[in-house]
């Protein structure tokens, strides 16, 4: 038995319950207060608002009119509300045209209505007549006390509190006789019964089963008692013959261990020999990643030598060659060689995504003008296949966008090279909109196709959907695989759906932040003029642009009419080749000018007035043209929209140093630069580069990084620590691509890199950056 009462269940129980019953009802009244008091508070606001805003017309009139009585009497019937002690109209100037006010009440409680609410709120509203919004009359200005609501708010939680505190005392109390006559009463019975019980034997005893509870836990509890006291003595016996048993089992339980013991050994021994050939493979491994780190940067130098050579020399033979067989000889030897530096570029993306060793840019770019240049570079590789190329940016796509512009840009060009190789009829189709803070850009074509089972091997390294297809259209299988791991790099994802005979759709959504965000409306005054004049549409609804045209017009918020029915206005019409109706519906447009849509790249204006409008959509040409037929100046040099479009910085001629040990590669690069208008002189290694530097003043140098007696790195490190060539622009032009490549150069403190073969337009590019005195480049609107 238990000898203190404060041990018992009974009375811990009842302890417990009543706690709790307490702090749960206090907590509970607490929030049921809270709740109170902001509902009151927005109780009041609405109150007071109301009443002001009843208040507002007739006060308008009133302060229009300029009627003192009528506005004493509307401020006395504001002070009849129980919260109002001052009101008041002032006019635009600030003075005071009535007023009325009343003392607030006072109570020995009211430093709580005080703490709680605030002593008082001032309200004001301005004042205006519906006929004249912008004719200021003044304002209505009510002070109200806050005391008439926190008396309310004080007197419902004061009853919140005492109710709540009731209802936990009664409930704690019916508890407490529930669990006394259900669960303690039956229970000390229960334990007074097995007190009684004798140490020695046990098993003889029988608990009784308190009334009224056979069936429930408290019976079943004594149930399992009584049948264990039953099984007790046949369960002392069996523990006696397990003893005897466990005897016999403890000898051959110490040979089973023994056993076992030295197989772990055993196996131990060879893990741990497993383990020293795993440590051995994996530096294997490291030793042979390094060689072909090191074999494919050196390789990717040794070829792009000798590359950049050949591709340079086709492109001037290609420049002077005026036979037309020659020229076609020499282009096809170009778009092989271009080939083979695409696939270089390819087998080295992969292999520095796979090696980790892929760096992401992170700078704002405009996607819009990435799409409509990948668009318009595929469109001639299209029109030869007698097959459409739409472009179908969404009007609200952001301006620009955080990220890589070269790895989105490789992703999209390879999508769309092979969505117009497979395709033979049809169209392929661009889409590209942001939703969700995801970039999303689908490539639709109307191709081939593929099977399930190629579906599963696109993305896999030299593969394609099935041999038949490598046999027809050629490739090495490295496109997919490649744009896989740059969106997987990119923490993107690349969906493809397809089916054989019905087209590929791919889809690429990139997490890109906005780093600017859309501008759908035009200039003034262009959108004042084209919203007058509006677009008579000439287009067919099943042609393949008309949708992305359409759909820019309206974001403009151009008018879009039917030619046939409305003949005014800018016609836009869509021009074939031979298409004689075409011409002369164009060249009877009574309206104003005439916007000529082509798709084939074939079509020239026929007389002053029409314009050409190429195909696939560039948003920037379709506002030129519409300008243009507009009649609007300067429509030519305008770039609506695009706050990433800079003007290019004026060309003049420069003195240049080429630092290049390759005889072809100074040929090619000086070949080049002579007809970019500059001036050049050669030296063959970095120290001829500083005796050159002496000899004469150069505004930009090109340095090659791997040269003998002295290579680019340590001649720049040189030309850096002369003072006067401090600020003297220096360029790495080298056939390293590999990573690191450019980290080095610019930490050797050269200004910027490119990589060979030379190209014109990147030649010309980075001259101009980095040219001395060049203009800075002037934003348009």
């Known amino acids: 038995m238990l000898k203190s009462f404060r041990h018992r269940l009974s009375y811990r129980l009842t302890r417990d319950t009543v706690l709790v019953a307490m702090a749960l ?55 009849r509300h129980p919260a109002t002690i001052d ?26 209505s005080d703490l709680l609410f605030g002593s008082s709120s001032v309200f004001s509203t301005e004042l205006q007549v519906p006929q004249l919004q912008d004719l200021p009359l003044g304002h209505l200005v009510v002070t109200i006390d806050t005391w008439h609501y926190g008396w309310q708010f004080l007197q419902r939680a004061v009853n919140t509190f005492v109710i709540g505190l009731f209802k936990s005392l009664v409930l704690s109390v019916a508890l407490l006789g529930i669990f006394y006559f259900v669960l303690t009463r039956p229970m000390l019975n229960v334990i007074e019964a097995l007190s ?50 466990m005897k016999n089992y403890s000898s051959q339980l110490e040979q089973e261990v023994e056993d076992r ?10 893990l741990q020999r497993g383990n020293r050939a795993l440590v051995r493979a994996k530096e294997d491994a490291v030793r042979r990643a390094r060689a072909r780190a090191n074999f494919l940067a050196s390789m990717s130098h040794e070829i792009r030598t000798p590359l950049n050579g050949v591709l340079g020399m086709l492109g001037l033979a290609l420049e002077s060659e005026q036979d037309a067989g020659q020229r076609n000889r020499l282009e096809i030897a170009l ?10 570029n390819d087998i080295l993306d992969i292999s520095k995504v796979e090696a980790g060793k892929l760096n992401l840019e992170n700078i704002p770019f405009s996607v819009r003008d990435l799409v409509e240049e990948c668009s318009t570079l595929h469109a001639q590789q299209a029109r030869r296949k007698h097959i459409n190329l739409v472009n179908e940016t969404d009007p609200m796509l952001p301006e620009q966008f955080l990220g890589d512009p070269t790895r989105t840009r490789q992703i999209l060009n390879n999508l769309l090279s092979n969505a117009v ?43 394609q959907a099935d041999t038949d297809t490598t046999r027809l259209y050629g490739g090495t299988g490295l496109g997919l695989t490649l744009c896989r791991q740059l969106v997987e790099r990119m923490h993107g994802q690349i969906l493809v759906d397809s089916s054989e005979g019905a087209g590929t759709h791919f889809t690429v959504t990139l997490p890109l932040p906005v780093h600017e965000p859309a501008h759908p409306t035009l200039p003034e005054a262009a959108a004042t003029r084209l919203c007058e004049t509006g677009v008579a549409m000439a287009i067919p609804q099943d042609h393949p642009h008309r949708l992305a045209i359409e759909s820019q017009l309206r974001a403009w918020a151009i008018p879009v009419r039917s030619a046939s029915r409305h003949p005014k206005g800018i016609l836009l019409v869509a021009a074939e080749p031979g298409d004689e109706e075409c011409k002369a519906f164009a060249d009877d447009w009574q309206g104003m000018g005439v916007i000529m849509a082509d798709s084939t790249g074939s079509i020239s204006s026929g007389r002053p007035g029409q314009f050409i409008l190429p195909l696939p959509l560039r948003r920037t040409e379709l506002y030129h043209c519409l300008c243009a037929a507009a009649g609007l100046p300067d429509s030519g040099s305008s770039q609506p929209l695009d706050q990433s479009t800079r003007a290019a910085r004026t060309e003049n001629q420069l003195t240049l140093l080429l630092v290049e040990d390759n005889q072809v590669n100074q040929l090619v690069a000086s070949s080049l630069l002579k007809k970019l208008g500059h001036r050049v002189d050669h030296a063959e290694n970095g120290q001829r580069a500083l005796e050159a530097l002496q000899k004469r003043r150069y505004d930009l140098v090109l340095m090659d990084c791997q040269m003998p007696v002295m290579d680019g790195y340590e001649a720049t490190r040189a030309i850096r620590r002369n003072p006067e060539w401090q600020n003297l622009p220096i360029i790495a032009v080298t056939a390293n691509v590999m990573q690191g490549d450019r980290e080095d150069c610019l930490e050797a403190g050269m200004n910027d890199y490119i990589t060979k073969p030379y190209k014109r337009e990147e030649l010309r590019a980075i001259i101009n950056r980095w040219a001395p005195n060049a203009p800075e480049p002037q934003a348009d609107f």
């Open 335 to 344: 778009n092989a060689g271009e080939s083979l530096l695409g696939l270089l």
């Open 196 to 245: 009684r019980v004798r140490a020695s034997t046990p098993e003889k005893v029988r608990l009784p089963v308190p009334a009224n509870h056979r069936f429930d836990e408290i019976g079943t509890m004594v149930g399992i008692i009584n049948q264990h006291l039953e099984h007790m003595e046949g369960s002392v016996a069996q523990l006696r013959a397990a003893e005897s048993a």
């Open 421 to 463: 190789k497979f395709t033979d009829d049809g169209h392929v189709r661009v889409r590209t909109t942001y939703s969700g803070g995801s970039l999303r850009m689908e490539v639709i074509d109307s191709g081939i196709g593929m099977s399930k089972e190629g579906l599963h091997r696109i993305f896999s390294p030299f593969s």
């Open 87 to 112: 009101a008041r109209i002032v006019d635009s100037d600030g003075q005071t045209m009535s007023a009325a006010s009343q003392s607030s009440p006072i109570s020995r409680y009211r430093w709580i």
């Open 261 to 270: 013991t030295r197989e772990i050994s055993e196996k131990n021994q060879a």
């Open 25 to 79: 009802g206090l907590i509970l009244n607490l929030i049921q207060i809270t709740l109170d008091y902001f509902s009151a508070k927005d109780a009041m606001e609405q109150d007071i608002r109301a009443l002001i805003e009843i208040s507002n017309s007739p006060a308008s009139q009133i302060a229009y009119n300029i009627d003192v009585r009528l506005a004493e009497e509307l401020l006395d019937g504001l002070l």
